[in-house]
């Protein structure tokens, strides 16, 4: 080995002879003032043995290996013994000489107690003459390590020593020129000084060193207890100021925090006396429209068309249908444009049942009838798949409604099963079927139930083109109507198509109240396509307080009734989230037909006319 590669950091401390060129721990770790015999162990060599719980075992020399470029010598007191922990044994090392030199990794250490216990003090006159003697004896005491650049070291406790190394004589064999005297002394020093062999595996880096892990005993383990009480913590903190001013004293804090809890309570119940007013409201109304039953039977069930001719007439159908008329009053206000005769639902069910029994029924109308059910009216449970006593009714209507559509190639369309419910609440299937089936065919209706599921490219792509007429035609009655809720959804980029589709196809039942939507379906039937538009319209008119917010997701959730900040205040309140989407916005009949009638300022029937004219001609 030559010394031009290799760098060695040395000290001497206490009375060790100053021709020692190997690095030595401070004496203060000695119990005595006389120099004792010491270890010399490999930093690499510790850790292994500290990773195997500090097992000793007595080794000679291991063999260094032929790729690791740093030295370090290590030598320590004969002080430590070899029970000392890792955490002990690291720090007595004060510093570590490490010089990268060209050569095989050498892990050596020997130990002989009884010649440690017998060793002469070591004189500064001895140290003068083995200095002055020969160099190479004193590199010959050195204990060497060698590390490669990635700090890797051969550990294999298996190696066998080498035979010969150039650069050092070997340490039992005088070198020539050399004092006999001499070399007794160094190699009775050399073989006190050797100590018990430690292997360790290779690390990532020496100076990363970490402690061995310690297994946990029982009283180490701490188990985490919360108190009942306020923390420490909550006992200081201010309730009523935030965080970024200056604390108020506990006496205001607490002061502020009753008035608030005051005026929530305050504020509770205000919201539970209006509600109980506007409950009262409601019921005063229904109880009006059933004392107006005589009036109906004298005036309007003999010829329903009076109420085009007579606005009083008009004005009470308006206000809502008895519920003992209700079915007449449906039957007769949509009509059998279609001609369909009494006996149709049970034929086209009879068929259904047939195609069912066979087999052959379209699998994926069956999935869609069977989810489309499911979300049905939930609030009311009469769908209910388990315990709903018109599940079956509903199904089989759904049923018949597909086979009668199949002529044509069309297939089931989600939202007809609110429709089917609808109707079936207020009369039975038979009669209810057909009404059904002429609604549908309603031209607003049939563009948006007809185009979805068609087998002729041509008939989708018609459909399809009649949706985006009624879509451009909504869009030009919110202008006009509501500039700036249509200013804000145009900067939002928010079209009909992101909610008109959602209200049209189940007639507001996903969104209104059941009581609400009732009285809505009684005017719908009397006035056709355009009371659609006006409710809708009558709808974004109570929501547009809500609709100016600078994000356009949080306004795409609020059209589809998932507004955050409304869910919880409808947690909090206690208050059913299974009816309409947009009753957590307080939107019910009375708020929406408060809406409906003051569009009678603006709302034109010949401007819904000349649009429909405009987009669609060929109706």
């Known amino acids: 080995m030559d010394n031009d590669d290799q760098v060695i950091v040395q000290e001497r401390v206490g009375k060790l002879p100053p021709e020692s060129t190997s690095f030595y721990v401070d004496d203060a770790f000695s119990d005595s003032e006389d120099v004792e015999p010491h270890y010399e162990l490999e930093l690499a060599t510790i850790r292994a043995d500290l990773a195997r719980a500090v097992t000793f075992s007595q080794e000679e020399e291991v063999p260094r290996s032929s790729e690791d470029p740093l030295h370090i010598d290590i030598v320590i007191p004969d002080t430590l013994t070899p029970s000392l922990e890792g955490n002990q ?6 510093s570590v000489s490490l010089s990268p030199v060209e050569g095989p990794s050498k892990l050596s250490h020997e130990d002989d107690h009884d010649d440690l216990q017998n060793q002469p003090e070591i004189t500064d006159d001895a140290s003068d003459q083995d200095h002055t003697g020969h160099d190479s004896g004193s590199e010959t005491q050195q204990r060497e390590v060698y590390y490669d650049e990635s700090h890797s070291v051969d550990t294999n406790p ?18 020539s020129g050399e004092d006999p005297e001499t070399h007794a002394e160094q190699s009775h020093r050399q073989k006190a000084s050797s100590s018990p062999s430690l292997q360790l595996p290779p690390i990532a880096s020496p100076s990363a060193v970490s402690s061995p892990p310690r297994p ?48 929530m309570k305050r504020s509770r119940a205000a919201e539970e006396k209006r509600r109980k007013a506007q409950q ?21 069930l003999p010829d329903w068309k009076i109420v085009h001719r007579n606005p009083g007439m008009r004005k009470l159908w308006w206000a809502g249908i008895p519920t003992k008329l209700r079915a007449t009053m449906w039957e007769r206000a949509v009509g059998n444009a279609l001609a369909l005769s009494k006996d149709t639902y049970r034929i086209c069910l009879a068929r259904a049942k047939r195609a069912l029994a066979a087999g052959t029924f379209p699998t994926t109308s069956l999935g869609l009838i069977e989810q489309d059910v499911q979300n049905t009216l939930p609030s009311l449970h009469i769908f ?6 018109m599940y079956e009714e509903l199904k089989d209507m759904l049923y018949a409604w597909v086979v009668s559509r199949s002529d044509e190639g069309l297939g089931y369309v989600q939202g007809t099963a609110r429709i089917a419910a609808m109707i079936l609440i207020n009369m039975s299937a038979g009669p ?6 002429n609604l549908l065919e309603r031209h607003c ?52 198509s992101a909610y008109l589709q959602d209200w049209i196809m189940p007639l507001f039942l996903d969104h209104l109240p059941f009581d609400a939507c009732a009285r809505l379906w009684d005017v719908i039937l009397l006035e056709g396509d355009a009371f659609l538009y006006r409710a809708s319209l009558a709808i974004l008119a109570v929501l547009e307080a809500r609709l100016f917010f600078p994000d ?11 507004n955050k900040a409304a869910l919880e205040v409808a947690r909090r309140d206690g208050r059913a989230l299974n009816g309409g989407k947009y009753e957590i916005y307080g939107l019910d009949e009375e708020a929406l037909w408060d809406r409906i009638e003051f569009m009678n300022d603006w709302w034109k029937e010949s401007t819904w006319t000349r649009l429909l004219q405009r987009e669609l001609p060929d109706i």
């Open 89 to 94: 044994l690291y720090a007595k090392f004060d």
């Open 158 to 175: 298996d190696s066998p020593p080498p035979s010969s190394l150039p650069s050092e004589p070997p340490p039992d064999s005088p070198t």
């Open 216 to 263: 946990e005993s029982s009283h180490q383990i701490h188990k985490i207890t919360r108190s009942t009480g306020p923390s420490t913590f909550e006992k200081v903190l201010n309730k009523t100021r935030p965080s970024f001013l200056p604390p108020k004293s506990k006496d205001e804090d607490q002061k502020h925090m009753a008035d608030w809890q005051k005026m």
């Open 280 to 300: 009262e409201r409601r019921l005063a109304r229904e109880l009006q429209v059933e004392q107006s039953l005589h009036i109906w039977e004298k005036e309007i």
């Open 384 to 389: 209910h798949p388990d315990s709903g006593p």
């Open 432 to 437: 209810g079927f057909i009404v059904m089936k």
């Open 445 to 496: 209706m049939r563009s948006f139930y007809g185009g979805l599921s068609t087998k002729d490219d041509v008939g989708f792509s018609s459909a399809f083109a009649d949706v985006e007429a009624y879509y451009r035609i909504f869009d030009t009655l919110l202008a006009d109507g509501m500039p700036k809720i249509y200013f804000n959804f145009k900067q939002h980029q928010i079209f009909p």
């Open 552 to 562: 356009r997701q949080e306004l795409l959730e609020l059209l589809r009734g998932e």
